[in-house]
């Protein structure tokens, strides 16, 4: 039996903790033995429906209480798991059902476990030759042992967040998932006595899926969990139930903390008690220290820790965690020189108020099991604060893809994997990413990172919090520049947009020290997401072609 599922059933046998769903109507709580129990019978229908070790099973459900034991029960058959991408009310069934098939045909799916709401899309699966099996009709199989499984064997194809034209999985085995568990258990000082953690988080991503799920029911630590539609109907919702449960734990991307620092600015004295909150991950995307800033000074008055702030680096490719800051330190800032950052290509350490710095958040150590090394473009090993691309190495690092045209390896020949991250490491072995290889954008020798223009944009006045990209524009025979899109509740107005663009233009010069070409103002909700929230830089790039008068 692999450590991972050794320590699952251990936790179901043993822990009197649960899972919390239902929440903010009905709430209902399940202990993990209940947890494992429903598993076994579901173990049991899958063993009827002829699941067995090496299979693959896809999941379409929207409730955790229905995820968690049919993603055991997988496991329990000695199968990997998928989580499907999930359709919203405005999506085109068709173009999902096709997109869908893609991905069912690549991972080799045996079933499609499908549960609420999306029971209505069984007719276009059926009609695709897909085999079904609805989450309602499982809970009577005979209960069912686990079959052995061993470390090298596939727990999850966790689908990535690129092009759903190019899908590809990245291949997690049960060693993958264990060590990365242990990992966070000690980086985190996880405790499943004290801890209670909260999360919003959709399980189709891995910080979800992995941390706020996967990792709660094998070490027995109380979940309370919602949907991000919950989330996204009232926002204020997070930290309602951090207050209610006194939740210690929780974890999402930058904009979300943006939003709720918003939300906290303007409830009610007193309405909350976020004292117990300890570990508050802010991962997942670049990471904005003004938006934190906003968070923990609005939380302040409620009780909030701003040492509770986690900044942290992770990626599916390592099963999900690399590194997280220090336990208490909250916040932490690199304000580096930027001309020796965008010319010389060395992290140097200036006064906050230098002329030209660039602020970067440190993330923290290696986690346990992994071990990092920064190259420039020939492969050359850079020393301490020489910036270069990211690699990394160890237990957590997955083996592969699985893509449409079979598998692809993530790691060289001595284990290296390349993360794609520009970033260089501190003098205490701390992690610092200045952003995406793909995204940097070079102006006159200068590296540009779009993170900073963002974030300059972004304190605008009008522009929403958390939703402004800088693409790269191709020139063709002229230099390279960019453009920036925005959203804005404004954008209907032609008075308030040409403010917006002038405004950001000048923001951007003065931060970065060059002109955008174009400045788009949107509607919002108009900026593409991946389906766990995150902007699309590299599929903005159509709504930033039009030159601007600004």
């Given at each position: 039996?692999?450590?991972?599922?050794?320590?699952?059933?251990?936790?179901?046998?043993?822990?009197?903790?649960?899972?919390?769903?239902?929440?903010?109507g009905?709430?209902?709580?399940?202990?993990?033995?209940?947890?494992?129990?429903?598993?076994?019978?579901?173990?049991?229908?899958?063993?009827?429906?002829?699941?067995?070790?090496?299979?693959?099973?896809?999941?379409?459900?929207?409730?955790?209480?229905?995820?968690?034991?049919?993603?055991?029960?997988?496991?329990?058959?000695?199968?990997?798991?998928?989580?499907?991408?999930?359709?919203?009310?405005?999506t085109?069934?068709?173009?999902?059902?096709?997109?869908?098939?893609?991905?069912?045909?690549?991972?080799?799916?045996?079933?499609?476990?499908?549960?609420?709401?999306?029971?209505?899309?069984?007719?276009?699966?059926?009609?695709?030759?897909?085999?079904?099996?609805?989450?309602?009709?499982?809970?009577?199989?005979?209960?069912?042992?686990?079959?052995?499984?061993?470390?090298?064997?596939?727990?999850?194809?966790?689908?990535?967040s690129?092009?759903?034209?190019?899908?590809?999985?990245?291949?997690?085995?049960?060693?993958?998932?264990?060590?990365?568990?242990?990992g966070?258990?000690?980086?985190?000082?996880?405790?499943?006595?004290?801890?209670v953690?909260?999360?919003?988080?959709?399980?189709?991503?891995?910080?979800?899926?992995?941390?706020?799920l996967?990792?709660?029911?094998?070490l027995?630590?109380?979940?309370?969990?919602?949907?991000?539609?919950?989330?996204?109907?009232?926002?204020?919702?997070?930290m309602?139930?951090?207050?209610?449960?006194?939740?210690?734990?929780?974890?999402?991307p930058?904009?979300?903390?943006?939003?709720?620092?918003?939300?906290?600015?303007?409830?009610?004295?007193?309405?909350l008690?976020?004292?117990?909150?300890?570990?508050?991950?802010?991962?997942?995307?670049?990471?904005?220290?003004?938006?934190?800033?906003?968070f923990?000074d609005?939380?302040?008055?409620?009780?909030?820790?701003?040492?509770?702030?986690?900044?942290?680096?992770?990626?599916?490719?390592v099963?999900?965690?690399?590194?997280?800051?220090?336990?208490?330190?909250?916040?932490?800032?690199?304000?580096?020189?930027?001309?020796?950052?965008?010319?010389?290509?060395?992290?140097?350490?200036?006064?906050?108020?230098?002329?030209?710095?660039?602020?970067?958040?440190?993330?923290?150590?290696?986690?346990?099991?992994?071990?990092?090394?920064?190259?420039?473009?020939?492969?050359t090993?850079?020393?301490?604060r020489?910036?270069?691309?990211?690699?990394?190495?160890?237990?957590?690092?997955?083996?592969?893809?699985?893509?449409?045209?079979?598998?692809?390896?993530?790691?060289?020949?001595?284990?290296?994997?390349?993360?794609?991250?520009?970033?260089?490491?501190?003098?205490?072995?701390?992690?610092v990413?200045?952003?995406?290889?793909?995204?940097v954008?070079?102006?006159?020798g200068?590296?540009?990172?779009?993170?900073?223009i963002?974030?300059?944009?972004?304190?605008v006045?009008?522009?929403?919090?958390?939703?402004?990209?800088?693409?790269?524009?191709?020139a063709?025979?002229?230099?390279?520049?960019?453009?920036v899109?925005?959203?804005?509740?404004?954008?209907?107005?032609?008075?308030?947009?040409?403010?917006?663009?002038?405004?950001?233009?000048a923001?951007?010069?003065?931060?970065?020290?060059?002109?955008?070409?174009?400045?788009?103002v949107l509607a919002?909700g108009?900026?593409?997401k991946?389906?766990?929230?995150?902007?699309?830089?590299?599929?903005?790039?159509?709504?930033?072609?039009e030159?601007?008068?600004?």
């Amino acid at each position: 039996m692999s450590t991972f599922t050794q320590n699952l059933y251990r936790t179901a046998a043993t822990s009197t903790k649960g899972m919390v769903t239902g929440e903010p109507g009905t709430p209902v709580r399940h202990t993990w033995a209940e947890v494992h129990a429903h598993a076994r019978r579901i173990a049991g229908s899958l063993a009827a429906a002829g699941i067995g070790p090496g299979d693959a099973v896809t999941v379409l459900a929207g409730s955790p209480v229905d995820i968690a034991p049919a993603i055991q029960g997988a496991w329990m058959r000695g199968a990997s798991v998928t989580m499907l991408h999930q359709p919203t009310p405005r999506t085109d069934l068709g173009v999902w059902a096709h997109e869908t098939m893609t991905v069912l045909g690549m991972v080799e799916a045996k079933v499609v476990l499908l549960g609420s709401p999306f029971e209505p899309v069984k007719p276009v699966l059926v009609e695709n030759g897909v085999t079904v099996l609805e989450m309602a009709e499982l809970d009577d199989g005979a209960d069912t042992e686990p079959l052995e499984v061993g470390e090298a064997e596939t727990a999850l194809l966790q689908l990535t967040s690129g092009s759903t034209g190019h899908p590809k999985a990245v291949r997690i085995t049960h060693a993958n998932l264990g060590a990365n568990i242990e990992g966070m258990r000690l980086a985190g000082a996880l405790d499943p006595v004290s801890d209670v953690a909260v999360s919003w988080l959709p399980l189709f991503h891995d910080m979800g899926m992995v941390g706020f799920l996967t990792l709660p029911m094998t070490l027995g630590i109380e979940l309370v969990t919602v949907t991000p539609l919950d989330f996204l109907a009232s926002p204020l919702l997070w930290m309602e139930l951090v207050s209610r449960y006194g939740g210690t734990l929780t974890a999402a991307p930058n904009f979300a903390y943006a939003v709720a620092g918003k939300r906290l600015a303007r409830a009610e004295e007193g309405s909350l008690d976020l004292s117990t909150l300890r570990f508050a991950l802010n991962g997942a995307e670049p990471i904005d220290p003004v938006a934190v800033a906003a968070f923990t000074d609005a939380g302040a008055r409620f009780g909030l820790d701003p040492g509770c702030v986690v900044c942290a680096y992770g990626m599916a490719e390592v099963t999900l965690a690399v590194s997280f800051a220090e336990l208490g330190a909250g916040l932490t800032v690199d304000h580096i020189d930027a001309d020796a950052l965008e010319k010389d290509r060395r992290a140097v350490v200036v006064p906050a108020d230098a002329a030209r710095a660039r602020a970067f958040p440190t993330l923290g150590p290696l986690l346990h099991g992994l071990e990092a090394r920064v190259v420039d473009g020939e492969g050359t090993v850079l020393d301490v604060r020489g910036v270069g691309v990211i690699q990394l190495r160890g237990a957590p690092a997955t083996p592969g893809y699985i893509t449409v045209d079979g598998p692809l390896a993530t790691q060289d020949a001595e284990g290296w994997l390349d993360t794609g991250d520009e970033g260089y490491l501190t003098e205490a072995g701390h992690v610092v990413v200045c952003g995406r290889v793909k995204d940097v954008i070079i102006m006159g020798g200068r590296n540009i990172y779009p993170t900073d223009i963002e974030r300059a944009a972004g304190e605008v006045d009008g522009v929403r919090a958390g939703n402004v990209v800088a693409v790269r524009i191709e020139a063709g025979d002229r230099r390279e520049t960019f453009g920036v899109a925005l959203e804005s509740a404004r954008a209907g107005d032609p008075v308030e947009v040409a403010r917006i663009r002038k405004e950001v233009t000048a923001a951007v010069v003065s931060a970065v020290g060059v002109r955008p070409r174009t400045v788009s103002v949107l509607a919002p909700g108009t900026l593409p997401k991946t389906p766990s929230g995150k902007l699309r830089r590299s599929s903005s790039a159509d709504l930033v072609a039009e030159p601007t008068e600004a």
